[in-house]
């Protein structure tokens, strides 16, 4: 078998408790969620959907040994942390925090319309590594009908066609995140090669992967043989198709 396609319906994610200001859309365990079967996927431990209403946001709170990007889709997302740094980051940025031995940051929107970001965390290839943050800003061409190298790894990027990049900021792991917004038909064709894996969200539209359908916020796991690769095509639906692929090292 050159390789397995697990879709994860949006239906099927837990949404936080209520409050005012934050409804966030967990795929993972994390916080009040919690599942003993659903941990994580490979190293990557944490992806939820977060909405932060105006004038709000994650006040300082500290990080240890994680490696952590937010993927800004709407509104702006200010980040500040205990290493000086201080930015609002608009659609389409990255913000990557590697908390090795320990960092304090914040996360809030200080407009008034609501603020939707994608936020990530990866397991570190060791515990221990100095504390560092990056971010990088692109416009709609990056990743307009291409696939936008968002963030490297410790690893060779896959060697696939229409690739924007490489990108500079490194994550302590074996990983590569890929982001992508389309217009309606466009294709691309990945292969996962060997021992590699991949998951996949639909930030936004509608995406076909190996002619399994996905909309808004469906996701999918895709894993390949450990001799074989897998190859992988991917279609915009009619309404287009905003993605965003993270593969990596396969979990053992």
């Given amino acids: 078998m050159p390789g397995t396609l697990r879709k994860i319906d949006n239906a099927s994610l837990t949404v936080s408790k209520p409050v005012w200001w934050l409804e966030s859309r967990f795929h993972f365990s994390f916080a009040d969620y919690y599942n003993p079967a659903n941990e994580h996927f490979g ?26 990007f937010s993927y800004v889709v709407d509104g702006k997302l200010t980040h500040q942390d205990s290493l000086g ?33 994608l936020q990530v965390w ?60 389309n217009d309606a038909g466009v294709q691309h064709q990945v292969t996962l090669g060997p021992g590699r894996q991949a998951y996949l969200v639909t930030i936004e539209g509608q995406l076909e992967v190996n002619g399994t359908p996905l909309v808004t916020r469906d996701a999918a796991e895709l894993v390949a043989g450990d001799k074989s690769p897998y190859p992988v095509t991917l279609t915009a639906g009619t309404e287009g198709a905003h993605f965003m692929l993270i593969e990596m090292q396969k979990a053992d």
């Fill in 85 to 117: 740094h201080k930015e609002s980051l608009a659609r389409g940025s990255v913000q990557y925090l590697s908390a090795g031995t320990g960092i304090r940051h914040s996360e809030m929107n200080d407009e008034a319309e609501t603020t939707r970001f």
């Fill in 122 to 181: 990866l397991t570190p290839d060791q515990p221990g590594h100095k504390p560092q943050y990056g971010s990088a800003e692109h416009s709609l061409e990056d990743r307009h009908n291409k696939l936008q190298h968002l963030l490297g790894g410790t690893g060779a990027v896959p060697a696939w066609d229409n690739v924007r990049g490489p990108s500079s900021i490194k994550l302590h792991q074996d990983a590569n995140v890929f982001v992508s917004e």
């Fill in 43 to 68: 190293a990557l431990r944490v992806l939820n959907d977060d909405l932060v209403k105006g004038k709000a946001g994650f006040g300082a709170h500290p990080h240890r040994n994680a490696e952590i």
